[in-house]
């Protein structure tokens, strides 16, 4: 989500809170005989409120298993987890009184950490990798459809090849051949570099280069006649897109891959939450 | 004076009644003399002179048109004779498309075998350099001007022989041909497709149109003398219904038998000679509805049909009754009507192609003539098949269809017996102008077949207001206003309007003051709509905007790029709103930082509503386009769509098995849907989903507006019609 000024109520909201918070903590941290206790009433507070905004934050996940639902906009609701999860770090460290207590309790806060910082790369890359994408994948496609558009691309470049030099298949380039069989150097690049590019475009190739891909097809341009230079322009679009595809699916994994981390750990968060609710009042 | 003449052709004495031709004579002695312009059955006219014959004269003479006279001696050949009949047929030659498509067709063209008779190969002669162009407006005949000899053979065929007076000459000196009445198109002309033009032509200028599936398989072949005996076919030129023979068939049906169905593309037309049918929808006539998200936490919503009397939408047309492709129209609340003998259905199926609007099931054993459109459109305009047509809609119809149209559904019985015999069935080729901004207002129309398009001229082209189909009505802004006509109206396909003349339709507002204030109530409200659907058009001027179709729509859905984290919570949501089956792609053109996703634009110009056989598909007063309840998922909007933003939604009946009497089985049917702008919500459901604040449905001006330097109309974009 962009952060801008359509967030401005919601950032002054939790910052009043974060230090309304903070003035309750300093002046109870300042009246308290001994060590600060999140058992105690104004700890005990802090812990519910915290535990509370955590819990609201969590039920994003829910809220987005529902879209049509009429139980608030969506956005509101990732304003809320987006403001309140934050706030939700200050008010649980006031519960603990900074300290980071036994195994389980010192596992939680740790938890929280990660959960709070994850979201915060996570705000931060929503932030910023929507404007990338726009700028830099101006062919974008549906994420999902990047099997069958690269499935496409092989099956067009096979037409190209085939248009220009007859057939895919052949002998491949010898300097006795280039005479007798001019598209042989069209047909040994595409064969050798470029087919192997667009089928895996995951494997480290040359072509993902630019720069490289440019000098291959200039290399193409001189040793070919000029009917085939439509051919090869034809070729270099296609690895363009190609490459842009390939930069579509990173941007696409590091702007969605940061909840990997963030989803799973805000669950072990809210489970061990719980656990440490049940222990604390219990024993 | 003498009776008979007697002179001596190539040394062979002759006696020949006085008046006889040089060639006559020849003929009836057996010498042949070559022609191209000249038939027996027609007045000789002289003009190609390729008869040219030596008669010991200063110049040669025709021998079609020289009499012959007493002591003549005539030489039908020799070498000067044949040097000037070589010279002659080069230069026809030099100008003829060799070869040209009745040489291709049947090796016989007249011109063609009489150059390889004389041995002229290719003419010394250069071509005409502006070409004379093709005419393929006829369903039967093909009209190809370069292959045209100017012979005049066509014009006296049709003048002569048959007195249709349709073809004559045209233009001067080089730029001569034969035309249709004044210049028409043949096929716009009144050219009845009788064929002498066509069996007169010497060469490929005039040739029997083959046309795809000529062929219709099945049923009964039909003899043209049995055909011709048909009151029907009276007046129907032979010569055309040989040559398109396999074009009609006869076909015998059972009761319970079906003729067609809804939906199906067909391109034949249906005549009934004896016996009854049902004309029905099978479909349910019922909307697809998405009930709402009470059925429990985390179940997925299932879309049900719902009829008017549990759901009635807002805008929802009170209309009584559906048009279609047949005499009569069906009434809503029991779409079922009979046709029987006389009754002529599938006819903008057969013209237009436009999908069937109805099944039809043979209610008692029976026969029909199945036809292709070549046929049909003989039919249409042979004057007694016209006559009988009429003559069965006056007194069936007519009284129907002027109850359809909500603002004459209060006509007394008399006044439609008044109108009964003064309207006029009026019938318009696709893009002939049934009446011209501009022009004075003469008259009222109702919509009987096809699409009529009504535009507006602007400085920057014209703008398309509205789309009326079969059912709706124009004309009456002009007749209400100042008298003259305020946009154009055009025949989008074969359109067939009843016409209401600007007497009769005055007295129909002086007569009922009820009428006069709904139809003003009407118009006030056109051109409120057209107006400011010009003023959002001359607002803009701006390439990609315009180049995108963006113009066009009244309402877009758009995702701020910036924003959009491509978590597609907006195609989930309308799936989830929509039975699972999403209503947008997030996939679209780009305008700014924006991307225009596939979701129905609510176009100004709603290419998707031309064609729909039951005109099911419209547009609200207020904005949306609806698909009201009697859509027989033809499927036709949607291949309309330029922007591929309606889809088909499945859904499951029972229907009679064909095989079990008395059971039923269940099957799927479908019907059109597009983006409802989830209505029913204060807010699309993919907007609301959207929890980037990416998803916006905006009225394109008013969004760009400040983008593209624009002065935004306030209210621009409300949605309406043209008269």
Known sequence: ?283 | MSEVVTLTIDGREVAVPRGTTIFDAARLHGIPIPTLCHQQNQTPVGVCRVCVVDVSARVYAAACIRECDEGMTVKTGGDGVQRARATLVELLMSDHPSPCLRQQQSGDCELETLAASLGVAEPRFPRRLSPRGRDDSSLAIAVDHEACILCDRCVRGCDEVKKNMVIGRTGKGGATGVAFDLGDPMGASTCVSCGECMVSCPTGALTNKRIVATELGGGDRVEVEELLDLPVFKGVSGTFLSLNQTAVVKRHYKAGDIVCREGEYGSTAFYILDGTVDVFISTPIKHVQQQGASDGWFSRIRSRLAGRSEDVRAGEDARRWIPIDAPVDLPYDDPIAQLGPGDLFGEMTCMSYHPRSATVRAATDGTMLEMLRNVLDVLQKNKTFRARLEETYRQRALENHLRSVPVLAGLPRDFVDYLRDRVELVRFSPGQVICRQGEAADAFYLVRLGFVKVSEAHPGGDLVLAYIPRGGYFGEIGLLGGGVRTATCTALDHVEVVRIGGEEFGAMVEHFPGVRAELERVAVERREQNRARAAATDAVVVGDFLAQGLMEAQSLLVLDLERCTRCDQCVRACADAHDGVTRLVREGLRFDKYLVATSCRQCRDPLCMVGCPVGSIRRRNSLEVIIEDWCVGCGLCASNCPYGNISLHSFAVKEADPDHHGRTIATTRKKATGCDLCMDQAEPSCVYACPHDAAHRVEPLTFFGSRLGLAVPGTAGRAGTGG
């Open chain 1, 1 to 283: 989500m962009r952060i801008d000024g359509t967030h401005r109520r919601w950032a002054l909201g939790s910052a009043a809170a974060f230090v309304a918070a903070a003035l309750v903590y300093a002046v109870g941290a300042a009246g308290t005989v001994g060590p600060w206790s999140g058992g105690s009433a104004l700890g005990l507070t802090f812990g519910v409120a915290g535990f509370a905004l955590m819990v609201f934050a969590g039920l994003l996940a829910a809220r987005r298993k529902v879209p049509i639902w009429r139980i608030g906009r969506a956005q509101s609701w990732m304003r809320g987890h987006l403001w309140l999860g934050l706030l939700s770090l200050p008010l649980i460290f006031f519960h603990a009184g900074f300290a980071f207590g036994g195994p389980l309790t010192r596992a939680l806060m740790w938890l929280l950490i990660i959960v709070v910082a994850s979201g915060l790369v996570g705000a931060a890359l929503q932030h910023v990798l929507p404007r990338v994408m726009l700028d830099r994948l101006p062919m974008e496609t549906i994420y999902e459809q990047i099997p069958h558009v690269r499935a496409q691309l092989v099956s067009e470049a096979d037409g190209v090849v085939a248009a220009a030099c007859g057939a895919i298949s052949g002998d491949l380039a010898t300097i006795v051949r280039i005479d007798a069989d001019p598209a042989a150097p069209l047909r040994d690049f595409y064969l050798n570099e470029m087919r192997p590019f667009l089928e895996s475009p995951d494997a480290p190739h040359r072509l993902a280069d630019p720069a490289y891909g440019a000098q291959a097809t200039g290399r193409l341009r001189t040793v070919l006649p000029e009917t085939f230079h439509q051919a090869i322009a034809d070729l270099e679009n296609l690895c363009a897109e190609e490459r842009q595809l390939s930069r579509e699916q990173r941007l696409h994994r590091v702007l969605h891959g940061w909840l990997l981390v963030h989803v799973p750990l805000s669950f072990a968060l809210l489970a061990l939450a719980v656990i440490h609710i049940v222990m604390a009042l219990r024993y």
